[in-house]
């Protein structure tokens, strides 16, 4: 990938991360917080495994009270979580939880970082977890991590046994232990070497914790209260932390602000031992850099005469620390952001649209403010750097009087710069690990933003360099100033709306496929390709005059023929003698930036051989599945039901109704709604509630007869699948389930498992996963009254939208209303 804008005249392209967002505006009691840390030289670096796992509370405490370097390394993205704000899932949830740890970070002052490793769902120990990442992979990552960050200490959260609770969790303190090592041994992923050097972190330690029934503090531990108050940002890191977790939306991890004492307690893991404090044994002030010491005067005269009602008096002190401290190791970009804000800088650029195509121009608005006082004694000027030189562009030579708005607007072409896409989506990958060839961007949260090159801020003759991505602003009449990352697309994209698509037999199936243009006047074909064998008809469709930002529909009718029972169905746009081969995704919500990605234009085509016995579905949304896509794709005709509907509509039109995931968990409503449908199944309905969690549930009594939801998983896709009541219905009727049904599937079986489960209701299936016991509690069937209850912990909502055949078979069986009279039933 290529993330370069070249203007007009070659403006300076540097790698420019997200973090580098639009100015960020600090108060006169930040700035002081800044100040105070300039006299502070440590880092640490926690590890865990995914987005939420993190210690936000210590963090916090870290990076604000300590102001050490305060880094997280999460080896997962946590694609392979649930979903409470939506029906994203895998790599678009991934794409959701990168942003709120982003969003996390901003309020807790942490770095950001990941690896390659690909959550892939729920393991229940570290070797499975290596087995499917590849650990020496995930291992060179954290190495390269460690040696980029090089942090005095690292922190892990977890322990490297069972009581971790999770595979990952395990894994990701083993790793943690390995890397501290491997970091500093130049035998070790040598290849770094021509970037970093060989760094040996101090100590490792372990975060440990008391979580329910998990107790793994100790008296003995090194102790140390994290929960005191900060009066320059007014508030408490337990208050700190609620707002920094608050941000994991996805995973309804909104927390409630703690105030008071918090004793966070650590176990020594590796290194030289610490009893009293974390940084026990190394010096973190400026004292420990040989060449530096000298400054510890300056910064701290720089406190001592800071006036927060006139930040701008502290510049030029600042400036001459900068200068002293030009070729030594610093703070260097603390340093800087802190002479901007007692400057009251403002900087933006901005584009008047959201999304340009490639070979694109886009009309770029710099706007800059200095809001020093009047008579301030330094010339404040913006000059724009030309490539590789000192030389200013012409144009871009501005003097910043004080608190007058400066705006430059040039025309910037964007004939070599790459589709703007997250990073390690760039290509396919296998279940373990995303592929990442440019070693530059490992590591990094996002790729490097658009910008028009290198701002230089002068006072006087001394000047601070800033980088700006190029944003695009707008106001909404509601919300007021929104930003957005600017998009830069494929001219012309071609977008399916399902991920698989489900061929019943040979049924001819028309397949849409969205024509989204983001050039004016875009022409070209739409060229299909389906599996060997199929036919497709049209063989292309020609388009011609799509303006920007308008969208086209296109059907082409695809039947299956031949031997071959599904494969890929994909779609390469030609615009201009060049082929493109990306759909659209726009992930759009209110906690996190706008998300636009570019996934390949293809899809799953699947040839099943599916029977149905009733068409017309009730659905009760939960916290987000696609089942209702996928039920409407194979002919099935869903309401979506509302609470309102449920507790006044009549239901007995409906030949079953389903309850999406997590519905018992998250609708206040359901204790209202549960007579109503209990009465439904009762008079001859049937009704399916997909998975809950074991806690906390709105209401305990999910359906007519009592069981208990448990934590227990069967996380092995593959588990052999035994049938306890072969001739029952759910296996029978209308489709025949045989052992191929369960091939194929993703992720896993079935989680939060029943268990302790009334006679009255029919045990389907047993499995479990490698050396566990068996579970018969991931699906269960009932009788009641004239109709039929089903309660399943299988995770249908992966497999539909997969595609996965035998799933769809599975599932059409446990929503058919009718039960014919030679098949046993549950009691």
């Known amino acids: ?85 939506g029906t994203e899932q895998a790599e678009l949830l991934g794409l959701i939880r990168t942003q709120e740890l982003l969003a996390a970070r901003r309020m807790d002052g942490a770095e950001q970082f990941f690896t390659r ?30 040696r980029k960050f090089r942090p005095d200490v690292i922190i892990t959260r977890f322990p490297e046994d069972a009581r971790a609770g999770h595979g990952h969790h ?4 083993i790793l943690a232990r390995e890397a501290f090592a491997a970091a500093a041994d130049p035998k070790r992923f040598p290849e770094q070497l021509k970037f ?19 107790n793994t503090t100790a008296d003995d531990q090194l102790k140390i209260d994290v929960g005191v108050y900060n009066p320059l940002l007014g508030k408490s890191y337990g208050e700190i932390a609620a707002e920094s977790r608050s941000n994991h939306r996805s995973q309804g991890f909104g927390s409630a602000r703690q105030r008071g004492g918090a004793i966070e307690f650590f176990s020594p893991v590796a290194g030289s031992p610490a009893k009293t404090d974390l940084f026990e044994g190394i010096n973190i002030t400026l004292n420990s850099e040989k060449g530096i010491s000298a400054m510890e005067s300056m910064v701290k005269e720089i406190n001592e005469t800071y006036n927060p009602a006139i930040p701008s008096a502290s510049i030029p002190r600042l400036l001459k620390l900068k200068a002293a401290v030009k070729d030594l190791p610093f703070k260097h970009q603390l340093l800087d952001e802190l002479i901007l804000a007692c400057a009251g800088l403002w900087l933006e650029t901005s584009a008047p649209q959201p999304s340009y195509a490639l070979n694109d121009t886009i009309p770029v608005t710099i706007s800059a403010i200095s809001r020093v006082p009047a008579g301030f004694p330094m010339k404040v000027s913006l000059k724009v750097i030309k490539n590789g030189t000192n030389d200013v562009l012409p144009g871009f030579d501005e003097v910043l009087n004080p608190n007058q708005m400066v705006s430059l607007t040039q025309r910037v072409a964007t004939n070599s710069i790459g589709i703007t896409q997250p990073y390690w989506l760039e290509k396919k990958h296998p279940i373990g690990s995303y592929i990442v060839d440019d070693l530059s961007f490992l590591g990094f949260p996002e790729a490097p933003a658009p910008h028009t090159g290198v701002f230089r801020i002068y006072f006087d003759t001394q ?19 929104l930003y957005q990352p600017l998009v830069i697309a494929p001219p012309v994209t071609a977008t399916m709306a399902e991920k698989a698509f489900v061929f019943n037999n040979n049924t001819p199936k028309k397949i849409t496929v969205l024509l989204h243009s983001f050039k004016q006047q875009a022409s070209g074909t739409l060229i299909p390709k389906v599996p060997e064998g199929w036919n497709v008809s049209p063989a292309k469709i020609d388009f011609a005059s799509i303006n920007k930002g308008e969208e086209q529909s296109v059907e082409f009718t695809v039947t299956p023929a031949g031997k071959v029972s599904g494969g890929d169905l994909s779609f390469s746009v030609s615009v201009n003698g060049t082929s493109y081969n990306q759909g659209l995704k726009v992930v759009s919500y209110d906690h996190i930036p706008v998300q636009t990605l570019f996934p390949f234009a293809e899809a799953k085509a699947e040839r099943i051989d599916l029977k149905f016995a009733g068409r017309k579905i009730g659905y009760i949304a939960g916290a987000g599945d696609l089942i209702p896509e996928s039920l409407v794709q194979i002919g099935y005709e869903v309401t ?12 007995s039109s409906y030949d079953a109704i389903i309850a999406g995931v997590r519905l018992y968990n998250i609708n206040e409503q359901i204790g209202l709604m549960q007579p109503k449908l209990m009465k439904y199944v009762q008079n001859g309905g049937v009704m399916l509630v997909q998975y809950n969690v074991n806690s906390p549930l709105k209401m305990n009594d999910i359906g007519p007869y009592p069981f208990q939801l448990s934590r227990d ?76 209850f089903v309660y399943t912990s299988l995770a249908f909502f992966r497999e539909l939208p997969a595609g996965v055949a035998g799933a769809y078979r599975l599932f059409v069986n446990l929503i058919s209303k009718e039960n014919p009279k030679n098949e046993t039933a549950g009691k």
């Open 463 to 481: 000047f601070v360099e800033v980088l700006r991505p190029v944003v695009y602003k707008m106001t909404d009449p509601v919300k007021g100033e």
């Open 1 to 85: 990938m290529k993330f370069r804008l070249s203007l007009l005249w070659m403006l300076s392209i540097t790698p420019l991360f997200i973090s580098a967002q639009t100015s960020t505006q600090l108060n006169a009691a930040e700035i002081k917080q800044g100040l105070e840390s300039l006299h502070v030289t440590g880092s640490v670096l926690y590890m865990a495994a995914h987005p939420d796992d993190e210690n936000t509370r210590l963090l916090a405490y870290l990076a604000k009270e300590r102001k050490v370097r305060t880094g997280y390394l999460s080896l997962t993205r946590g694609d392979g979580g649930q979903n409470l704000i």
């Open 170 to 173: 395990a894994a990701s303190a």
């Open 713 to 788: 998983r069967v996380t092995e896709e593959d588990a052999k699948v035994v049938f306890l009541t072969p001739g029952h219905a759910a296996l029978n009727f209308p489709n025949k389930i045989t052992a191929k049904d369960f091939d194929g599937w993703i992720q896993e079986r079935g989680l939060y498992l029943a268990r302790n489960i009334d006679p009255h209701y029919a045990k389907i299936l047993q499995m479990k996963d490698t050396g566990e016991e068996s579970s018969d509690g991931s699906l269960l069937v009932a009788d009641y009254g004239k109709g039929k």
């Open 117 to 146: 490793a690909n959550d892939f769902g729920f393991s229940k120990n570290s070797e499975e977890s290596f087995k499917i990442w590849n650990k020496e992979k995930i291992l060179s990552d954290a190495v390269w991590v460690i």
């Open 640 to 651: 979506r039901l509302t609470e309102k509907e449920v507790l006044q509509s009549d239901l």
């Open 196 to 214: 970093v050097k060989p760094w040996q972190a101090k100590r490792i330690l372990w975060n440990t914790f008391n979580f329910g029934s998990m």
